[in-house]
C-alpha cells in the first residue's frame, strides 16, 4: 500500500563487550519495555549473528538518538549503535495503524 511516508529509524547494535552485555541485558530489556510503552520504540530483535540486535523506532534519527543512546548496553559500555533513517511510504496493510 502506498502511504504517506512515516519517518522510521533502524538502530543496528553491535556488541563490543559479551561480558558486559550479560552483566547489562537486563536493564536493557527493562529499558526496550520502556519505549515499546512509551509508543516511541515499535519493535526489538537479537541479530541472527548474536553479534548485537535490531531496533526500530519511529522518527528521524535526530529525535531517536538520544534515546537510543541511553540503552544500558551504550551507557554500560557493551556495546555501539548505527542509526539508518528511512521514510516508509510503502507497507503492508496490516501495519498501517502501527505506522500512523
Excluded: C, Q
Excluded at 62 to 71: C, F, G, K, L, Q
Aim: charged residues 25%.
Amino acid at each position: 500500500m502506498i502511504r504517506p511516508a512515516t519517518p522510521l529509524t533502524l538502530v543496528l547494535i553491535t556488541y563490543t563487550d559479551k561480558d558486559a552485555i550479560e552483566r547489562l541485558r537486563p536493564a536493557h530489556v527493562e529499558w526496550i519495555r520502556e519505549a515499546i510503552d512509551a509508543g516511541v520504540m515499535l519493535l526489538a530483535g537479537r541479530r541472527d549473528d548474536a553479534g548485537g540486535g535490531v531496533l526500530l523506532f519511529r522518527g528521524t534519527p535526530e529525535h531517536v538518538r538520544p534515546v537510543a543512546e541511553s540503552d544500558p548496553f551504550l551507557t554500560g559500555g557493551g556495546a555501539t549503535i548505527e542509526l539508518v533513517g528511512f521514510p516508509a511510504n510503502l507497507a503492508d496493510d496490516a501495519l498501517a495503524a502501527v505506522l500512523t
